[in-house]
């Protein structure tokens, strides 16, 4: 008998440790976590709210001279962008900028150039191009945008200096300020 109670518990030893075994099989699992990474492309000019600017020559104040378009330049607005893309699908972006109301009285130029980004954000902000003269035409006026922030609000991104000159002596019979009128930029972030 005791034999048998000695063999009884060696059994139920081995039970034991068979379950013990199965149950750190057990002991462990797994899951899947699902990484996203939100497409961006966002731009605004900055300040919000009063970013209308005018441009004008000077009057003269002496019999025999000409308007003075020298003072005919403003460097208030900044243009911020926010970028997000794929490198497959999306690799850059492009900021554009085109009249999209209105037209530039006749005799006058009206120009714009992006400056350097001022650097307070992070990631590949884009490279400006030379000044471009506006039309209804789109043009690029900053290439190779990547995923990158430019920081938001004035001194944040592009500084953005607008110019408004006399098209050529020749066209100042072209001058009539009946044409006096509002313009609206457009500024486009989009894909390549």
């Known amino acids: 008998m005791k034999n048998v109670l000695k063999f009884i518990l060696f059994v139920a030893m081995l039970g034991g440790i068979a ?20 497409e961006v492309a966002l731009l605004d000019i900055e300040p919000a709210g009063s970013n209308t600017i005018t441009l004008g020559p000077t009057a003269p104040t002496e019999a025999g001279d000409p308007l003075d378009f020298s003072a005919s330049t403003n460097n208030t607005l900044w243009m911020n962008y926010s970028s ?47 000044e471009v003269t506006l039309s209804s035409t789109a043009q690029n006026i ?3 945008v990547k995923s990158c922030y430019t920081g938001d609000g004035t001194n944040n ?6 110019t408004l ?6 066209n100042y019979g072209d001058l009539d300020f009946d044409d006096a009128t509002t313009l609206t930029v457009t500024y486009t972030l989009s894909d390549n």
């Not at 057990?26 to 990474?37: E, G, V």
């Not at 900028?97 to 902000?125: R, S």
Request: charged fraction near 10%.
């Open 19 to 38: 379950g013990m075994s199965y149950g750190q099989d057990d002991n462990n699992d797994a899951h899947n976590i699902t990484i996203t990474i939100p």
């Open 84 to 130: 997000i893309i794929g490198s497959t699908t999306e690799p850059s972006r492009d900021v554009t900028v085109a009249i999209t109301t209105g037209t530039v009285p006749g005799g006058m130029t009206l120009k714009v150039v992006a400056a350097n980004d001022a650097g307070n954000g992070a990631g590949n902000v884009g490279t400006p191009t030379s």
């Open 142 to 144: 900053v290439t190779g």
């Open 157 to 162: 991104g592009h500084q953005l200096t607008y």
């Open 165 to 170: 000159s006399l098209t050529a002596p020749a």
